[in-house]
């Protein structure tokens, strides 16, 4: 079946009011207008959870979907959000840790397949246009027998077009403005917060950070923030081969709850979004208790996949 095919046979599936329900519970996913709606796809750390795919947040102003890192599902994951799968607006990578690019290559290539046609727009830190390079060579023989082959794959429709930056205002247009924040992630050079302005509100997405204040001078009045954490009682050296680093790895790598909830104290966002929560045995009223002790009293929610915000 040729690709075009598929994907007219995928529309006709959502057209299709009980299957389109079963296959995407979340209804349609367009806002009304320009409005701006958060979906977290995937709240995962790289433990493979089964209800928790890899780091992937979907900002969706009006008709366009702007993604925030790609981890493993995250195609599958905009599936059953009942976002197009043919690719989005533009996509945006915190850094490059497995557990938030495993999934771009499914995303390039799956969107491909489904129907897209012009090159995606992928932007993210110096090694990114790297990254690409070397999936599409991985994939090359893929490519080659879906364009030469029965399925006449539209030639070209899997390039990327991808920008390596290293902070500022990345994305700016129709209203929407992405701007990339360096955050301190352990041994990682540049990694991305990233602050998107659009006509309704104002969104924070973290990545993966140690406490920041260029972060929290960023999310200071946010409608969002959309911040990972780790909960401060649970800090302890870990039974295996290089566990006794465990405590180190979090104070250096990630942001404590206590932390955070210090951090937004300060910020004051109207909505604390906690994603790639490294729960460690915790549980979610432990995590939120470290945000209390922390200082924040506004409103705080643990993010599920498929959530809406």
């Known amino acids: 079946m040729r690709m075009v095919g598929v994907a007219a046979a995928f529309l006709m599936l959502l057209g299709q009011r009980a299957d389109a329900q079963r296959v995407f519970p979340g209804g349609p996913a367009f806002p009304p207008g320009d409005s701006t709606l958060v979906i977290t796809l995937g709240t995962g750390t790289p433990v493979p959870h089964p209800e928790r795919s890899g780091p992937a947040t979907a900002v969706v102003v009006g008709r366009r979907v702007f993604l925030f890192d790609a981890g493993p599902g995250v195609i599958r994951r905009m599936a059953a959000a009942g976002l197009p799968i043919d690719g989005v607006t533009a996509a945006f990578i915190t850094h490059l ?48 027998v879906r364009v030469n082959g029965l399925e006449r794959g539209r030639p070209g429709g899997y390039r990327t077009d991808v920008r390596d930056v290293t902070g500022g205002v990345v994305f700016d247009s ?90 937004a104290a300060a910020a004051q966002p109207a909505l604390l979004l906690l994603s790639h929560v490294l729960f460690m045995g915790a549980s979610e009223q432990e995590v939120i208790d470290g945000i209390r002790r922390g200082g924040f009293a506004g409103r705080v929610v643990i993010a599920k996949d498929l959530g809406r915000y």
């Open 174 to 263: 129709g209203g929407v403005r992405v701007t990339a924040i360096r955050v301190p992630h352990g041994e990682w050079e540049h990694a991305f917060a990233y602050r998107i302005d659009t006509p309704a509100r104002r969104i924070v997405i973290s990545g993966d950070t140690r406490y920041s204040e260029a972060l929290e001078r960023a999310a200071s009045g946010a409608d969002v923030l959309v911040h990972e954490v780790y909960p401060e009682t649970r800090m302890a050296p870990e039974p295996r081969p290089g566990g006794e680093l465990w405590p180190r790895y979090l104070r250096e790598v990630h942001t404590s709850d206590v932390e955070l909830g210090r951090l």
């Open 97 to 144: 840790h497995s557990d938030h690019t495993l999934g771009l290559p499914d995303l390039i290539f799956t969107s491909w397949v489904m129907g897209r046609s012009s090159p995606m727009r992928l932007v993210g830190p110096p090694g990114l246009q790297r990254m690409t390079r070397l999936f599409e060579a991985a994939w090359s023989q893929d490519t080659a």
